[in-house]
């Protein structure tokens, strides 16, 4: 690997945002390094979906600075959202859309040339051929994931962004879904950030784990560092015994404060 | 920079693409679904056919109409114009809240300028297709054809169309700050700017302290406008220049205002949040 393709794809220095009084995220710092996975991690209003949110430029800090691939995500997020793309079951696509009708609106919108053809692999990939035609709306959560990651990877991100990809899916569903991302990164090769709170899918996909509290980085390291060093068997008892030191989790949902 | 690389960097500023990949989005809709079709013509048919017999029943009873029999009709007609196009751009924007789309559409390289302009196309192809058949049965119900008007209804048609869009990007910015609670703003606000724009009657007819109020309206000068044509056989070139003017300033403030929400909506993480 040269110098420069190990170079951090994504910094986070001293990132804050604060909804008014309260702070989502405080003074966190990171960075990850290409062909990657790294694991946000933490109880409801932890802060992931927030830190996932400034990292796609969705949402401004209040301090602080994130580059990806070299470029202040702030000032110049249209010249790395091309490379990026998101998936999470709490976003949806046009329902009255068909999953080909939707496919092909993002198509453009990421600018793919040879369209047809970019749909046809990604369906027999992502096995959604059969329900092409229809309805977005009309689709079980299974689907609907699979759909949302077609439209996630119709662009070949070299950084992919995934919030809870596995929620509410059953546990065969759940299964395919791991396993497709697990060889769709080591086909190409791509840097993967999700937020998660299954933690024997982060221990499986993820190479690097960073455990939030009250807007804060906690804990970070591999599973297995993590799991010897707070002397457990697996990453949730980890997660657990973080979660329950005193002033852990109090459940903060910065959501509603968000609205 | 090069030509090529001032063409790239002009690309990654705008792209006609993205614009166009929103409007086939909303065209998907209309394709699959002959009810709205059917009802952006149905509302102004029926409102068209309404005033039309009014009409009918007035001419025997006022000289004022009877002067220019389509006045009323030509009136109903454009005050539709000016509806639809203010619903086209609120519409097809709300669409993206309640389908929670916003935030899929934000995380792609598309650019909030480029999701106006898109907005304001759209606008176009919804009124065209509202109020083209009522256009069109206006003359075998009443005798009028409402295409006399000659060129200066292609001036009142654009600029109430762009007085459409202002009101439309404005209501727009208000439900991407607070939500589908601001939903409602889609009617009032433009019902707000009916009764003073002159629709029917003279601005002459409003209360003196209320006249200042109706011309600072584009809408205003185009009904005058459109009496003048009907009634006087004259295009009033000033009432169409003032139209114009005001038109700009208000389609300049509504967009600034619709990127500020914007950018509201980005520090308060509700790009993300907005829908059902």
Redesign the interface.
Known sequence: MTEASASPVVIVDNLTKR?GEVGAVERISFEVLPLSTTALVGGNGAGK??TL?IL?????PTSGTVTVFGENIFRHR??V??R???S?P?????????VA?NL???A????LDRIPERLRTLARDLEITAFLNRPTGELSAGQKTRVALA?ALLNEPRLLLLDEPTASLDPDTGDWVRSYLENWRRRTGATIILASHNMAEVERLCDHILIMRDGRIVERGTAAELIGRHGKSNLEDVFLSIAREPGGVAGKDF?AV?? | MSGASDIIAAR?MF?W??V???L??HL??LR??WPRLLELAYWPTMQMMLWGFITTFFLDHSTWVAQASAVLISAVLLWDVLFRSNLGVALSFI??IW???L?????????PCELVSSLLIMSFIRTTISVTPAAFLALPFFDVWVFQLGPPLIAFFANLLIMGWSVGLIVSAMVLRY?LGAESLCWLGIFLVGPISGIYYPIATLPGWLRPVAWALPSAHVFEGMRGVLFEQVFRVDLFAAAVALNLVYLALSWAFFLFMF?TA????????Q?E
């Open positions: 909804f979906t927030t949110s796609l430029g969705l949402l401004l249209h010249r959202l091309g990026m793309n998101f999470s709490y976003v949806d696509l046009p329902r009255r859309l068909s009708e092909t609106v993002y453009h919108l990421y600018g439209k959501s968000a609205q | 990654e792209s693409r993205r166009a990949a929103l086939l989005r998907y809709v699959r679904s669409e993206e389908s929670r789309n935030g899929q559409l934000f995380v792609s390289p598309l650019r939500g950018h980005r520090e308060k993480g509700l790009l993300l949040q829908g």
